[in-house]
């Protein structure tokens, strides 16, 4: 078994000598291509003297100047320079001898003569942008195998290219195999499966910008395994597979590939999730391909695709490696803390999805819950938010114990944008108002063990009687996230009223009144969402939890309280989640 990193780099190398092809677009067609050529300005930018303000330009500078009827806007000619100060918009062209643009705030006019403002002083041509100052004539605008970004596309726009050579997207088979496996349209009787992995590779190679080919699936048949593969490598780049690379009778592939003449780089990589992970290459009319055949357990065969096949398709599209030991091509690795410990594989290293957050202490991770290799929800946490990394567990053995303990360093890969820290950085950012809630245990302290829960053990908590003291208790709060929890008695009035003294203070405050939270029988525990914005850089979430009593006797409210709390917590999670922006690293 080999390391990832040894079969990255495996994968990598080979993938470095397929040949690439390029084609020619238009500039917009060419967004998130890498470019096949390097291409160099041919006119100066801008091509004239332009001026940066709205205002006056003058020959030289004096404390008056005697304004010109001749006015200079952007985009018409220049008029005949006439000596005087002359009025130019943003962009106009300049006179060539004239040294000084002044903004039309600085000057005031009397009897058509400029008077200019005592405090201007600007250097000489500080206001002009001349000939080539952005872009000069000759220089390289775009380099071969670039990555052509919105912005890449701006620059290209200024110089007037039309058209653009790019490497073409590489063509990626995606085949599953497996006799359980049915399609989408089939339904599922006992002992079938829904063939997930073909849709979310074939999804994966559309993310990752190669050109998808669907071969559907293929029973546990060498005969025909051996038919589809061959297919695939005549037709294709890139050849996908998931499936049939256990120790089972049936599991034909890497025997298949042989066949057909492929030779196996390497068939197990030292790992969780995606220990049978085959990948091979062949050449099929003088030309080389690769092949990934990933596990059948969908999570092996999606945590593989991202380690494996994205940093492939990157090399196919033309990007080249930026050095370090994946080239810059697997993702950005970076140091964190696991906030909740977690129990390690005895042998294995392992590629545990987390959901990472970048609060005030720096990286920070969750785990997504059971990491089974079947449990293809392990892939996002319990409110829907994809894993943004996988935290690399060293095992038991390595580590020389069982477990990683609560706010223990690892390394994380990631592998989407890194969400702002609430919960995971600064506990001590985010107050919670509770409002009615009685003093001592019940609800009051479930609620506040909760929001420590999500939000840190630093989170402060203030308890008031009425929502009248609601404002006095925000008064003074600097941080982040106000969580208002209301608990009186629950009805619409109540609900007006905490918004309407939340509103008072707050910038563009919305109200809701919509239920989140739970949604227990008997009605004895509810949870709405009243309103959430911001309030003087805070934002500020009110929140109903309405309910005592109820239908059921004591023991009854206990059950469904208990049962009630799970949702409450990721209904509020869900909420303070939602508006927050994402930050690029
Ligand atoms: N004796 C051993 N058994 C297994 C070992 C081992 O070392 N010794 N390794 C285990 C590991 S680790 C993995 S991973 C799997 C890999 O097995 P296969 O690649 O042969 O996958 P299958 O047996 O075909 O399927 C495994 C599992 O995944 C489901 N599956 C398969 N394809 C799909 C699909 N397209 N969509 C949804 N689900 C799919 C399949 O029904 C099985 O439940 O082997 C272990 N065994
Ligand atoms: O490697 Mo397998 O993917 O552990 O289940």
Redesign the pocket.
Known sequence: MLPVSTCLTKVLSEASTLPLTTTTVPLLQSLNSYSSNLIKSNNPLPNYRASILDGYAVPNLSPTHPLSSSKSYAGSPLPSPPSLAISVTTGAPVPPSYSHVIGSEDVTMKDNTLIVSSNFKVPKNKNIREIGSDIKSDTVILRKNQLITYEVIGILASNGIKNISVYTRPLVGVM???N??IDLKDVRKEGK??????YMLLGCVEEFRGVGKDYGIVEDDKDKVKSVLEKMYEECDVVVS???????EK?Y?KECLEDIGVTIMFDRMFM?????TTFGVGEKGGKKKIFFAF????V?AGVCARLLLEPALQVLRGRISGGGPSGGLAGVRVKGKLLKGLVLDKIRPEYHRVIVRYGRKGFEAVSTGVQR??RICSMVDEVGETSNGLALLPSAEEKGRGRMEDGEEVVILLTGKVLEGLEAGGGEDVTVVMVGAEEGGGKGSRVEDGVKEVFGRNTKVVRVAGEEDVEAALEGEGGKLVLVVHFKKFCDKVARRVVRVIEKRAENMESTIGRIGCDVMGGTFSFYELAAGSRGGMMVVCLGCGGDGGDGGDGEEERLEKEGWEKLLTGIKAIVKRPRDLIKI
């Open positions: 599953s195999s497996g359980e496996l499966v829904h063939d997930c992995n073909r998931s499936g049939g690379v256990g120790r089972g599991d592939l969780k999730p995606g220990k049978p596990p059948g357990n969908p092996s290799s079947s």
